[in-house]
């Protein structure tokens, strides 16, 4: 079974994000980048998959400029055994990631596709269900366990009302939360190797896709600060600000 | 920007994607397996025997050393010692390193000198993690002065038997071998052989020192040889030329304390940053005071000295001529920074720095054994002066 396994570039999670001082954008500029941590998770399910016998092939895919291929490199190391990087420039919307994936999906026929729930960056959380929709096939998102038996999937949800188990039938789509694995870390044997891994570009005339935007991005700006909380003296007192001073009772 | 342990290092144009991919991974394995459970080893005085073969898979025992016998050198370079170098340094407990990678100083003698037989019995072992070897030449009577050693090895048949003692050794007690410095000739440094002593052999026994300063985490130990017999295919490289094993062996164990040293400095400066930030007195942040923020001025300065200095120093090594002199002083510069950067976080933590399980009061009571292990600040100025041909 070959699995394929989508992975953003993101800015590392540690790093605390600013706008631009012209609000045009997030300032980028010398900023640590990494794999989305939800991708990360997608791409530790997929390598257990294959250690367990269950998949034979584990290709990784990156949308995005080529210094996406770092990330590429990383999910290299940590077990995927070949990279496809389709190269954009600037932001795509989800849309067209999901186009582009598409693309990829009927060039390499996987059986499961693995993707984050969503982007730290973004955080739309629509990728993986229009891509769904678009390549027809079933889709399990928000995976905290994944079981492959023969030629189906059950994927546990997590849902408001707590878990949610499906059962779809392959080739599925499955989106991975939080709780689904706690990824490995690479070694340097691993590193090293990952270099030498195959590694192909394409580009979006190559999958057929015209890159279109349908969104404008009219300013980025911080969120307000928040007020330090003051202690009340009384009940009356905590009764009267939320009256006249919150205003919601 | 803030100032902190990353952003206080400066750019570094050897490094590539290859180097941050090392750092990033290593820094992961850090936080996941040692980070948690520091302090706690620390106190304890040992750290467990399960994180040797941990810190092997990773890529961390086996850097800079021969593929041959379990090493990684593949698309490796010097760079990436640095970078492990400073990641251990990160966890701001000095004895996790010592005991973890005490192998950086016992196994070169035995991987530059030794017998393919000494080499193929030894450092695959100690390479994944489930043999332990250390080095031996300290003595109750004899430590900077390496030619006074009076720890003997007479030749009866085809082996040496050994008398005497060592101290202060680190890993000690849990080494399987110890790679020895043993009188084998007349005095002076003429006289001195390295020799492979087994642990098991009969007639070895040892005690460990655990009232230190600091590196708690770290077992050191005394070593005592009662007619040790240890065979003569044990030599470490030829007899009565022990005292340049040695010295060769010095660089890199220099090298790697003087670079741990820089990042330890950068991590008081880490820890002083983010506490002036957030501390108030007399209606402003610490760092608002002008006597404070002089302090962390001064700090990174300092740093920024040394991080130059630890650069130059391996590049040097890189181009394959390095200077044992400059190498000496830049760990000095290294126990210097480190000195002032301990003691001016300190005094910007105050009270709070003062409690045991923080990183800047352990550090603090780890600059001696930095400022003396490896080289005493003082020998290191002789060393140099002598090399400058003063």
Same mark, same amino acid.
């Given at each position: 079974?070959?699995?394929?396994?989508?992975?953003?570039?993101?800015?590392?999670?540690?790093?605390?994000?600013?706008?631009?001082?012209?609000?045009?954008?997030?300032?980028?500029?010398?900023?640590?980048?990494?794999?989305?941590?939800?991708?990360?998770?997608?791409?530790?399910?997929?390598?257990?998959?294959?250690?367990?016998?269950?998949?034979?092939?584990?290709?990784?895919?990156?949308?995005?400029?080529? $210094?996406?291929?770092?990330?590429?490199?990383?999910?290299?190391?940590?077990?995927?055994?070949? &990279?496809?990087?389709?190269?954009?420039?600037?932001?795509?919307?989800?849309?067209?990631?999901?186009?582009?994936?598409?693309?990829?999906?009927?060039? %390499?026929? =996987?059986?499961?596709?693995?993707?984050?729930?969503?982007?730290?960056?973004?955080?739309?959380?629509?990728?993986?269900?229009?891509?769904?929709?678009?390549?027809?096939?079933?889709?399990?998102?928000?995976? $905290? %366990?994944?079981?492959?038996? &023969?030629?189906?999937?059950?994927?546990?949800?997590?849902?408001?009302?707590?878990?949610?188990?499906?059962?779809?039938?392959?080739?599925?789509?499955?989106?991975?939360?939080?709780?689904?694995? %706690?990824?490995?870390?690479?070694?340097?044997?691993?590193?090293?190797?990952?270099?030498?891994?195959?590694?192909?570009?394409?580009?979006?005339?190559?999958?057929?896709?015209?890159?279109?935007? !349908?969104?404008?991005?009219?300013?980025?700006?911080?969120?307000?600060?928040?007020?330090?909380?003051?202690?009340?003296?009384?009940?009356?007192?905590?009764?009267?600000?939320?009256?006249?001073?919150?205003?919601? #009772? | 920007?803030?100032?902190?342990?990353?952003?206080?290092?400066?750019?570094?144009?050897?490094?590539?994607?290859?180097?941050?991919?090392?750092?990033?991974?290593?820094?992961?394995?850090?936080?996941?397996?040692?980070?948690?459970?520091?302090?706690?080893?620390?106190?304890?005085? !040992?750290?467990?025997? /399960?994180?040797?073969?941990?810190?092997?898979?990773?890529?961390?025992? &086996?850097?800079?050393?021969?593929?041959?016998?379990?090493?990684?050198?593949?698309?490796?370079?010097?760079?990436?010692?640095?970078?492990?170098?400073?990641?251990?340094?990160? #966890? &701001?407990?000095?004895?996790?390193?010592?005991?973890?990678?005490?192998?950086?100083?016992?196994?070169?003698?035995?991987?530059?000198?030794?017998?393919?037989?000494?080499?193929?019995?030894?450092?695959?072992?100690?390479?994944?993690? /489930?043999? !332990?070897?250390?080095?031996?030449?300290?003595? =109750?009577?004899?430590?900077?002065?390496?030619?006074?050693? @009076?720890?003997?090895?007479?030749?009866?048949?085809?082996?040496?038997?050994?008398?005497?003692?060592?101290?202060?050794?680190?890993?000690?007690?849990?080494?399987?071998?110890?790679?020895?410095?043993?009188?084998?000739?007349?005095?002076?440094?003429?006289?001195?052989?390295?020799?492979? #002593?087994?642990?098991?052999?009969?007639?070895? $026994?040892?005690?460990?020192?655990?009232?230190?300063?600091?590196?708690?985490? @770290?077992?050191?130990?005394?070593?005592?040889?009662?007619?040790?017999?240890?065979?003569?295919?044990?030599?470490?490289?030829?007899?009565?030329?022990?005292?340049?094993?040695?010295?060769?062996?010095?660089?890199?164990?220099?090298?790697?304390?003087?670079? $741990?040293?820089?990042?330890?400095?950068?991590?008081?400066?880490?820890?002083?940053?983010?506490?002036?930030? %957030?501390?108030?007195?007399?209606?402003?942040?610490?760092?608002?005071?002008?006597?404070?923020?002089?302090?962390?001025?001064?700090?990174?300065?300092?740093?920024?000295?040394?991080?130059?200095?630890?650069?130059?120093?391996?590049? @040097?090594?890189?181009?394959?001529? =390095?200077?044992?002199?400059?190498?000496?002083?830049?760990?000095?510069?290294?126990?210097?920074?480190?000195?002032?950067?301990? *003691?001016?976080?300190?005094?910007?933590?105050?009270?709070?720095?003062?409690?045991?399980?923080?990183?800047?009061?352990?550090?603090?009571?780890?600059?001696?054994?930095?400022?003396?292990?490896?080289?005493?600040? /003082?020998?290191? *100025?002789?060393?140099?002066?002598?090399?400058?041909?003063?």
């Amino acid at each position: 079974m070959k699995v394929l396994v989508a992975v953003k570039r993101v800015v590392d999670y540690n790093v605390k994000v600013r706008a631009k001082a012209d609000g045009s954008d997030v300032d980028l500029n010398n900023v640590k980048m990494a794999i989305n941590p939800f991708c990360e998770i997608a791409v530790e399910e997929a390598v257990r998959l294959k250690e367990a016998g269950v998949a034979s092939e584990v290709v990784v895919v990156s949308v995005g400029e080529k $210094s996406c291929q770092e990330q590429i490199r990383t999910a290299l190391a940590l077990g995927a055994d070949r &990279g496809i990087q389709v190269e954009t420039e600037g932001a795509v919307e989800p849309l067209v990631v999901a186009k582009l994936l598409k693309g990829v999906v009927e060039k %390499e026929q =996987p059986q499961l596709v693995i993707l984050g729930k969503q982007s730290i960056d973004g955080d739309n959380n629509q990728t993986g269900q229009m891509l769904g929709a678009l390549a027809n096939m079933a889709q399990g998102t928000f995976a $905290s %366990e994944v079981k492959v038996d &023969g030629d189906a999937v059950s994927v546990t949800r997590e849902v408001d009302g707590g878990l949610q188990t499906v059962k779809l039938k392959l080739p599925a789509i499955v989106t991975t939360d939080l709780r689904l694995n %706690e990824p490995r870390y690479a070694s340097l044997p691993n590193i090293m190797k990952a270099k030498k891994k195959q590694l192909d570009v394409f580009s979006p005339a190559d999958l057929g896709v015209e890159v279109k935007s !349908h969104l404008t991005q009219l300013r980025v700006e911080p969120p307000a600060e928040r007020q330090a909380g003051i202690k009340v003296a009384s009940v009356d007192e905590l009764v009267d600000k939320l009256k006249n001073e919150a205003k919601v #009772i | 920007m803030s100032l902190n342990f990353d952003s206080a290092r400066l750019p570094n144009p050897h490094l590539t994607n290859d180097h941050n991919a090392w750092r990033e991974q290593l820094r992961r394995f850090i936080d996941t397996e040692i980070m948690p459970y520091a302090d706690d080893w620390d106190e304890a005085g !040992h750290i467990p025997i /399960e994180l040797w073969p941990k810190a092997a898979a990773v890529g961390l025992l &086996g850097l800079g050393y021969p593929e041959a016998y379990g090493g990684i050198t593949e698309g490796t370079d010097i760079w990436f010692g640095w970078i492990a170098a400073e990641e251990m340094a990160r #966890i &701001g407990v000095g004895g996790i390193n010592a005991s973890l990678m005490v192998h950086g100083i016992g196994l070169p003698p035995v991987i530059n000198w030794g017998s393919e037989a000494m080499k193929q019995a030894v450092a695959p072992a100690v390479l994944a993690g /489930e043999k !332990h070897i250390s080095l031996g030449i300290t003595e =109750p009577g004899a430590g900077s002065d390496v030619a006074g050693i @009076s720890t003997t090895a007479v030749r009866d048949g085809d082996h040496y038997v050994v008398n005497g003692s060592k101290t202060f050794i680190t890993g000690g007690m849990r080494a399987n071998w110890v790679s020895t410095a043993v009188r084998t000739g007349g005095e002076g440094a003429g006289g001195v052989s390295m020799l492979l #002593i087994p642990t098991d052999a009969g007639g070895f $026994s040892r005690t460990p020192l655990t009232r230190k300063q600091g590196w708690w985490a @770290s077992d050191t130990a005394t070593l005592y040889f009662d007619n040790v017999r240890v065979p003569v295919k044990n030599l470490i490289g030829e007899e009565n030329r022990g005292f340049r094993v040695i010295m060769t062996n010095f660089n890199g164990e220099r090298m790697g304390m003087a670079a $741990s040293m820089e990042a330890q400095a950068r991590v008081c400066l880490e820890e002083a940053v983010a506490w002036a930030s %957030e501390r108030k007195t007399f209606g402003q942040r610490l760092a608002d005071h002008q006597v404070i923020r002089h302090k962390i001025a001064q700090m990174k300065q300092k740093i920024n000295a040394t991080q130059a200095y630890l650069r130059i120093c391996y590049e @040097s090594i890189a181009s394959g001529q =390095p200077n044992p002199g400059d190498i000496a002083m830049l760990k000095v510069q290294a126990s210097e920074t480190l000195e002032f950067c301990a *003691r001016e976080a300190m005094q910007i933590l105050g009270g709070i720095g003062y409690m045991r399980g923080n990183r800047v009061e352990r550090i603090y009571r780890e600059v001696r054994v930095n400022a003396i292990g490896g080289g005493s600040e /003082e020998i290191m *100025r002789d060393l140099a002066a002598r090399q400058y041909g003063i």
